[in-house]
């Protein structure tokens, strides 16, 4: 089992930054690739951006893409999400997710990997 905990989260204006950290416990982590997702109100668990255990290979959704950046302190067991630019249509809940596998895990479901309870982060306009 692998233990998955959000923090972050929060209320900025448009144009600030966020960052929001997730940190594994129980069985080390160090093998999984990470991901984050988000879900809005009334839509679908998006997938956010995904990095692989090493750290050497990351992943991001175009609506994220040069504004978010992912990365992991693997000794640390933490993958972070720093967020610039932020936009309204950023707003939601975001989930730190684990899977073995970094090729899929842009397409990870509730029933596969690991997932964290969420953290809100809302971005007023």
């Known amino acids: 089992q692998v233990q998955l905990v959000e923090s972050g989260g929060g209320l900025v204006q448009a144009g600030g930054s966020l960052r929001l950290s997730c940190a594994a416990s129980?069985?080390?982590?160090?093998?999984?690739?990470m991901g984050w997702f988000r879900q809005a109100p009334g839509k679908e668990r998006e997938f956010v951006a995904a990095?692989?255990?090493?750290?050497?290979?990351?992943s991001y959704a175009d609506s994220v893409e040069g504004r978010f950046t992912i990365s992991r302190d693997i000794a640390k067991n933490t993958v972070s999400l720093q967020m610039n630019s932020l936009k309204p249509e950023d707003t939601a809940v975001y989930y730190c997710?684990?899977?073995?596998?970094?090729?899929?895990?842009?397409?990870?479901?509730?029933?596969?990997?690991?997932w964290g309870q969420g953290t809100q982060v809302t971005v007023s306009s």
């Open positions: 997710a684990a899977d073995r596998r970094f090729s899929t895990i842009a397409t990870l479901t509730l029933k596969d990997g690991y």
């Open positions: 129980g069985r080390t982590a160090s093998g999984y690739a």
């Open positions: 990095i692989s255990w090493s750290g050497s290979s990351t």
